[in-house]
């Protein structure tokens, strides 16, 4: 063997070394997470999916009921009320909340005193446990002491809303509480998002004499389009995941819960309370092809409006 | 935009913001307002804004009939397991995904990809009768098993450790170091700010977490902050003014730990968003 071909072996044969040593340390290092998203995530997923076709005893037994439970869901008048009150809380409360926290995150980013304060107190919402959050709401919608009806009547409003009772109240109390918790956390996406336009545009549009609005529209809401679309899909799946503020501000007994209560709150209402995981199963599954044809809808639709350079 | 604001449009802003923030620390301030409140005084008409004497029995009361040093404890030791878990984990993930080259890579990551995009609700039941079969519902343990691994973690850190330079590894290989010291010594101290960040928010989204706490562990003794609360309405239906002294018990931890740490916090939360 010549001296050439000798040291082209052990090349390759201390090639060989390194990618099997890569493969063992690749391995290694994703096995935890791979075997835990196996099991708490993957398996799951097919087992839910299983389960939607099954009556699931309390006992853990099961027998196949295929499309049984989901027969019964579209002739379930409470799960069309859910479904209704989950898209409604998802299509009012979102734009809001963005547009809310655009409008906060761009006033932020300017030359202002106080910037610190006002970020902390914005995004205060966002630290409280949602239980804590929902018991004061609720105490500040409480019809007789509420301090929100108290408001309204000190503005000249007649100030006796049902804001917990009233069936066609409810959602929108729902609602104003779920943009008063995102607003902050939006804000902050966003706010960051700001920051990263460069200054040198801002600078040429005012010698072009571009005015405040006019720069707005032509530099900060284009060059802002990657992070609304981020805090767009984010925020629809997790509004269409509602549960802790309705579970917390209205209680099981109330009249009024068949107006407010999300899929979720179904889910969890059947699965955990009534015990049918199968019905229960059925329910998410609606919900995860819900979140899925929307979100594919939004990933479609942003080649429209999000700028990407 | 970035020249200063004429002071006609800073009085504008500052209006604006004003409002904002006082929409924002209203229910906060009307909650420890109303927590040192007779029972009287909180259904007064029209609403009484300061308690005459801050009644400090409402905490009594309330940290007497629920067990508060256990939800702490329990709350406590959720969010270690989960952040001490998840981190490594995730950690050692993103390094194998992003520096390293080996079969079952790209499959790995897919999967990674998904889970992210599929709705929480979807594995908890299966979750919830796995721990049933393990024999630890109503365990602090359960509490942790859910947050254990972390596919969001994973694609956070993944993107920091592809900003680190791959040259470092050549260097460190040439001098006999193994991959796994390599990870450990060189490239996990520098990933330091991801890890913080994916540290803060995985401990916040846990201490609010409801649902799981809520199923699993039912007896009270095992609950965490966010489920525990929950019970107090049970026990003190209209009572408001123990009602917001038992919020204020559960929300001031994470309160004043955000308000010495805001900076991390804030920034933390932004980078986990957006790009």
């Not at chain 1, 998802?90 to 910037?115: C, E």
């Not at chain 1, 007994?253 to 059925?282: M, R």
């Not at chain 2, 470092?168 to 390599?182: F, L, N, P, Q, R």
Request: glycine share 6%; no cysteine; net charge positive.
């Amino acid at each position: 063997m010549s001296i050439q071909s000798r040291a082209k072996s052990k090349n390759i044969s201390h090639g060989n070394r390194e990618k099997r040593s890569m493969m063992f340390w690749g391995w290694m290092l994703i096995a935890p997470t791979l075997i835990g998203l196996l099991i708490l995530n993957i398996i799951p997923v097919i087992q839910t999916l299983i389960m939607s076709f099954q009556n699931v005893s309390t006992f853990g037994e099961s027998t196949w009921v295929f499309f049984d439970n989901y027969k019964r869901l579209f002739e379930d008048p409470k799960f069309w009320l859910s479904l209704k009150n989950t898209l409604l809380y998802g299509i009012i409360q979102v734009p809001i909340t963005v547009a809310l926290s655009t409008l906060a995150a761009v006033l932020l980013n300017q030359k202002i005193k106080g910037v610190e304060v006002y970020r902390v107190i914005y995004f205060l919402p966002m630290i409280a446990a949602p239980a804590a959050v929902a018991m004061v709401w609720r105490w500040m919608y409480s019809s007789d002491y509420g301090l929100i009806n108290s408001f309204l009547k000190f503005l000249g409003f007649s100030g006796n809303i049902e804001w917990l009772y009233n069936p066609q109240v409810v959602i929108w109390s729902l609602i104003i509480v779920g943009i008063w918790s995102n607003v902050g956390y939006n804000m902050i996406l966003l706010l960051s998002g700001l920051q990263e336009i460069p200054k040198s545009y801002y600078e040429a549009a005012d010698l072009d004499g571009a005015g405040t609005v006019q720069q707005f529209f032509k530099i900060t809401l284009p060059l802002l389009t990657p992070q609304l679309f981020f805090v767009l899909v984010t925020s629809i799946i997790s509004a269409f995941q509602v549960f802790d503020l309705i579970f917390v501000m209205f209680e099981a007994t109330n009249p009024a819960l068949s107006k407010v209560q999300s899929l979720v709150y179904q889910f969890y209402n059947e699965t955990f309370i009534l015990d049918d995981k199968g019905y229960g199963a059925a329910i998410v599954i609606i919900l995860v092809v819900l979140i899925m044809i929307v979100t594919v809808i939004q990933l479609i639709g942003q080649k429209k409006w999000v700028n990407y350079d | 935009m970035f020249k200063e604001p004429t002071n006609k449009s800073k009085v504008f802003i500052h209006i604006t913001l004003i409002i904002g923030a006082i929409a924002m620390i209203t229910p906060f301030i009307w909650m420890i307002l109303t927590s040192g409140k007779t029972q009287a005084e909180s259904t007064m008409i029209p609403p009484q804004i300061f308690p005459e004497n801050f009644q400090w029995e409402n905490y009594k009361n309330v940290w007497g009939a629920l067990p508060f040093i256990k939800f702490y404890w329990n709350t406590g030791v959720m969010i270690a397991g989960r952040v001490l878990f998840s981190t490594l984990f995730s950690a050692m993930a993103a390094f194998a995904v992003a520096k390293l080259e080996f079969p079952g890579k790209n499959i790995f990551f897919m999967l990674v990809l998904t889970q992210m995009m599929i709705p929480a609700q979807i594995f908890i039941t299966p979750q919830y009768l796995l721990v049933q079969n393990m024999g630890l519902l109503n365990t602090t343990t359960a509490l942790i098993i859910p947050g254990i691994v972390s596919a969001f973690g994973t694609f956070l850190l993944r993107q920091f450790f592809l900003q680190l330079p791959d040259d470092m590894m050549e260097a460190a290989k040439v001098d006999g170091a193994s991959i796994g010291e390599i990870f450990f010594k060189i490239y996990l101290p520098l990933a330091r700010s991801g890890l913080v960040s994916l540290g803060i928010f995985t401990a916040l989204f846990a201490y609010k977490d409801l649902m799981w706490p809520l199923i699993a562990n039912i007896s009270q003794d095992k609950m965490s902050l966010s489920a525990g609360i929950t019970t107090l309405q049970g026990q003190f239906t209209t009572n408001y003014p123990e009602l917001m002294a038992g919020s204020v018990i559960s929300i001031a931890p994470m309160v004043i730990l955000y308000i010495i740490f805001q900076k991390q916090f804030i920034e933390g939360i932004a980078s986990t968003g957006g790009k």
